[in-house]
C-alpha cells in the first residue's frame, strides 16, 4: 500500500508565501507556487517503508511536480530521482520491468511497489491537494498553472 499524504503543520507552515496579506493566489506564477507556497509535513509510505521527509517545509507543489516527472520517466523505464529545493536529499527511483525500487538518502532501506500503484497513489494526492487548497483557497483554484498538473 502506498500512501502520500499533505499536512498543513509542522514550525514552518505559516512560513509560505499564502499567508502575506495581499497575496492573489489565481496569479501567482509557477517558480513561486512551486517554491515558495504551501510549505508543509509529507508522508510518503510504500508497505512498511517511510520515505517521509523529516523536515516541516517541503513545499507541496514542487513535490506534486516532481512527482509527476519522476512518472513520466519511470514510464520510459528510466532511472530518476527526485530532489529538494530545501537541502540535498533525494528519493531515487530505479524501474524494474513493471515495478519500480524506491530508496532516500534521509531514511535507511528500500521498496519495491507496482509502477502503476505508485502512478496511482500520486494521482489520488494530487486530487487531495487540489480539492483540500481550492477549498481553502478559492483563488488559487483559478490558478491557471495547477491546469498543468491535470494533464
Known amino acids: 500500500m502506498i500512501k502520500i499524504e499533505y499536512r498543513q503543520t509542522g514550525p514552518y507552515v505559516d512560513q509560505g ?14 517558480v513561486d507556487l512551486r517554491w515558495y507556497y504551501f510549505l508543509s509535513d509529507l508522508t510518503f ?29 519511470l514510464e520510459r523505464s528510466e532511472h530518476t530521482t527526485i530532489g529538494f ?4 536529499e533525494l528519493i531515487d527511483f530505479v524501474p524494474e520491468g513493471e515495478k519500480v525500487r524506491v530508496s532516500c538518502t534521509y531514511a535507511m532501506g528500500e521498496t519495491v511497489c507496482e509502477r502503476a500503484d505508485l502512478k496511482n497513489a500520486w ?22 498553472v495547477l491546469a498543468e498538473l491535470l494533464l
Open 85 to 88: 529545493t530545501e537541502n540535498a
Open 17 to 30: 508565501q499564502e499567508n502575506r496579506e495581499g497575496v492573489d493566489l489565481a496569479v501567482v506564477s509557477r
Open 45 to 73: 509510505t510504500i508497505d512498511e517503508a517511510d520515505l517521509s521527509p523529516p523536515w516541516s517545509w517541503t513545499p507541496v507543489f514542487d513535490f506534486l511536480w516532481s512527482m509527476e516527472g519522476a512518472l513520466e520517466h
Open 123 to 144: 494521482f489520488a494526492f494530487r486530487e487531495a491537494v487540489l480539492t483540500q487548497l481550492s477549498v481553502e483557497h478559492p483563488r488559487l483554484a483559478v490558478n491557471p
